[in-house]
């Protein structure tokens, strides 16, 4: 090696005299040179290949950790990802008067739907409050074995919405009758407190023709409850609706009504068999049954002044904390997620030391302000604005 290095030395000073062994010398270390630059990058893109490879593990660790979020999506549209707590601690303690009243009082609710809601909508519903109803039914223009739903032929349209309800009480009526006692509709949307039901309901004779919900008017038009935040019907007035309304064309109109409001016909075709709309405010005249968010009723303002809420509810709706009652029954408008954030702050929550049950066994709830049916209604915001003009 030391004879090769000092020939190449040599070799600037000497070009016309380069021995052969020179000449090898200098092709051995060109090829050593030429064989390290290869080994040299060789290395290199393994390194890199090395590199990727560990980029890909952490990118299949994060599309795993994608899919089980997929999983979990799924299992929230089919309403189960919460059924492993299911009414763990919705019970568990001081729960005496509400277990009682689940048995005296019988609620079926059954919730108007559409196929496409199935699982975007109606499965929250059923993964919630709708597992407090005695009895629960999804009604639909498809049917569904997962929820399960009732399908009739009725296009699943808005503008159907009064023909599927009319076969959705003749269906309940021929098949649940005798298994209830007061029948609760509500919609896809809503979110309802069937304890605070029963607890109102206790006071009342379900052989009466009663209905309750948000009382609601409009000119030429009877006096009507909401229809989004649910309304509820006694035996009696189920079995006049199904037995005498339906049957008569001219007092429940059947053709040409597409397009017309569910809730409006409804009470349309109790108001001419003599079912009796409730009062179904508090004592303090604090509304029960919200046809939007809590939000929407709580923070004045929120509902401008010319939103048709103001001239067409029954009663004058009070603004802010005095709106609504603290025996609550149903809030409208609600997204999936909200469903499973009430259900935790309404059923899962405990504040130390004012938790235990407010009413005690057999209490029930005091009379609304107009439960003869005798006070006048509120004439609205544009009535009330014009008359002051004229004055």
């Given at each position: ?25 200098f ?14 990058t ?39 990802l ?59 223009g ?21 023909g ?15 298994q ?109 049954f ?18 048709w ?5 029954y009663?004058k ?44 066994e ?12 005798k ?11 014009k008359k002051?003009?004229?004055?």
């Amino acid at each position: 090696v030391y004879d090769c290095l000092r020939d190449l030395e040599m070799i600037p000073y000497r070009w016309n005299v380069i021995s052969s062994t020179s000449i090898v010398c200098f092709l051995t270390l060109l090829l050593g040179i030429l064989i390290g630059l290869s080994l040299s990058t060789i290395g290199k893109e393994t390194s890199k290949i090395s590199s990727v490879s560990g980029i890909q593990k952490e990118y299949y660790k994060e599309l795993t950790k994608k899919v089980d979020d997929i999983e979990e999506i799924t299992a929230l549209q089919r309403g189960d990802l919460f059924q492993k707590e299911k009414d763990q601690n919705q019970y568990e303690s001081d729960n005496t008067v509400s277990r009682n009243l689940y048995k005296k009082v019988r609620l079926l609710c059954w919730i108007l739907t559409a196929g496409v809601n199935h699982g975007k909508k109606a499965a929250h519903v059923k993964a919630t409050w709708g597992q407090r109803c005695n009895i629960i039914l999804f009604v639909s223009g498809k049917k569904d074995a997962s929820l399960p739903s009732v399908a009739f032929p009725v296009p699943d349209e808005k503008g159907h919405l009064w023909g599927k309800s009319r076969e959705a009480f003749k269906y309940i009526y021929d098949k649940y009758f005798d298994q209830a006692d007061w029948f609760y509709k509500a919609d896809d949307d809503t979110y309802a407190i069937p304890e605070n039901m029963r607890y109102v309901l206790s006071r009342y004779n379900t052989t009466e023709p009663l209905y309750f919900g948000a009382k609601l008017k409009k000119p030429k038009v009877k006096n009507f409850f909401s229809g989004g935040s649910g309304y509820i019907l006694s035996k009696e007035a189920l079995r006049r609706f199904a037995t005498i309304s339906l049957n008569n064309k001219t007092i429940c109109k059947i053709k040409g009504t597409e397009g017309i409001e569910e809730d409006v016909m409804m009470a349309k075709c109790l108001n001419n068999v003599g079912v009796k709309l409730m009062d179904s405010r508090d004592e303090k005249g604090r509304e029960r049954f919200l046809p939007f968010q809590p939000s929407d009723h709580l923070v004045p303002g929120k509902i401008s002044l010319d939103h048709w809420y103001w001239n067409n509810v029954y009663y004058k709706a009070k603004k802010g904390e005095g709106c609504c009652s603290d025996t609550l029954i149903s809030l409208h408008h609600l997204r999936p997620e909200d469903m499973y954030v009430f259900d935790y702050l309404l059923y899962r929550v405990r504040i130390h030391g004012i938790y235990p049950p407010r009413f005690p066994e057999g209490w029930t709830a005091p009379p609304p302000p107009d439960e003869d049916g005798k006070e006048l209604p509120w004439i609205g915001i544009k009535e009330e604005t014009k008359k002051k003009s004229n004055v």
